[in-house]
Structures are given as C-alpha cells and as structure tokens.
C-alpha cells in the first residue's frame, strides 16, 4: 500500500514514548484543545506535510538494526493519531512485519476509528487519560470523556497491553478523590500494565509564542515532588504498577 498521512515529524526518543529507543511519527491532526498541550503545531493537518507510507518506511528502515538493538521500536504519537486511522495502520502493519515492536500513543477519543486489526498490529497502546471526571475531561481537553473510557474497556476485551499516562496538573488534576475515581477505573482493566504519572511542565511556551499563541497554564507551576508521590501512591494502594 503506497497510502499518505500527514505528519509533523518524526524523531528518535528513548523512555518516553514506549520501551527502549523509539522512532516516533508525529502525526498532524488533534480534536482535542488539551490546556497543557505540548505540541500545538500538531493541531492542524493544514500545518503539517505529506507523505506517504512507504517513505516514512523507508526512513524507519534507516533505524532499524539500532532500534531492535536498542530494544524499541516505531511509536506513532501526535497530534492524534486515530485521526488518519488507515495511515497509521499501514504503518503499524509494516512495521511489526519488520520484526519492530509497535505502540500508538493516543488520546482514545477516537477509538472507535481503530479496526480490530489496526490494534492487532499494536503490540502497545499508550492511552492518555487526563481526568475520570467529565467535568474535568471537558475543562481540560474540550471533548467528553465517555469515548475515551469506551477505547480503554475495549483494549481490556481485546486483550491489548496497555499504558496508562496521567499528566499531573496542581489544581486542575490533583485532587485526592478524582485521582482515587481514575485508579478505581484503571484497576478494573486487566490489560493495564503500568500508569505513568507525568508532572506536568512549561516546556512548550516558546512553542506557543512562535505561533502567536498564549500558553493556557503559563503561571502554572510544576507539580512538587511530594505531590507526585502522593497520587503515585493512590495508584499503587491498587495493586497499579505507578512511575
């Protein structure tokens, strides 16, 4: 299949975006409007570039001794990647044809977008979920929560490993029983191999400026170490594997 996508970039990253040393796609394209989004030039397609599947093979093909060495694998992030569902699919496909460990790095919030085989071919989900409140999910991101929930219940069923990541955010997403409602959830999901708590950071503010956006959380501090130990600790009195 000679399909295109439209993409940001691609990079090689290591600890963050799956096991070992990855090569990520950052695809173009994000329904949500995340308050603490790292990649706002990942919000439009308009903004990105087209390629198609096999150069972005033959790019990984580049990389791919070092990476099965390297105990990694090809990571497709964004933006959102279940926005371009055959896209990224054809790319999970060939990837793990090439032997190479495969994860999509999504929010959920288009889950249903994602074929039974797409997530065949990925041998990792990374499911963001920033909040177990709807409220909260909305004053966050913009979008309901409930497709997000639906995704993470249907990879339990599928049986598809998965981590789950939780952006720490002082006072928008720390609060004791919304960081209890969430655990409860995760622990009832099987395929959940680990939550990874993120302290949230200000790292994107001169990505916002060039593009003559306002950071949203600009005077948001980041999270102190005892808070971060703190909701590790309510996953963990879950029986939840927590970093």
Not at 1 to 13: C, E, N, P, T, Y
Not at 170 to 198: C, I, K, Y
Not at 203 to 223: Q, S, T
């Amino acid at each position: 299949m000679d399909g295109a996508g439209v993409i940001s970039s691609w990079d090689l990253s290591v600890g963050v975006d799956g096991p070992g040393t990855r090569f990520v796609v950052f695809t173009c394209g994000c329904p949500l409007r995340c308050l603490y989004c790292q990649n706002p030039e990942t919000w439009r397609m308009r903004d990105g570039r087209r390629v198609t599947v096999d150069e972005v093979m033959a790019e990984i093909a580049k990389y791919r001794r070092f990476i099965h060495v390297a105990g990694g694998g090809v990571t497709i992030s964004g933006g959102e990647p279940l926005l371009q569902p055959e896209f990224t699919g054809e790319i999970l496909r060939q990837s793990r044809a090439l032997g190479l460990h495969t994860a999509l790095d999504t929010s959920g919030y288009l889950g249903d977008r994602a074929t039974d085989e797409l997530l065949a071919d990925t041998d990792l989900v990374l499911l963001d979920i920033k909040s177990a409140d709807p409220v909260a999910y909305r004053a966050l991101t913009g979008v309901d929560l409930a497709p997000t929930l639906r995704f993470a219940r249907r990879l339990a069923d599928l049986g598809r490993p998965t981590w789950i990541r939780f952006v720490l955010v002082p006072g928008l997403t720390d609060a004791v029983r919304e960081v209890d409602v969430l655990a409860a959830f995760v622990s009832t999901l099987r395929n959940v191999e680990r939550v990874d708590v993120l302290p949230f950071h200000r790292m994107a503010i001169g990505k916002y400026r060039e593009l003559g956006l306002e950071f949203p959380l600009a005077d948001v501090r980041p999270p102190a170490p005892e808070l971060l130990d703190r909701v590790r600790e309510q996953f963990r009195n879950l029986g939840i594997t927590c970093s």
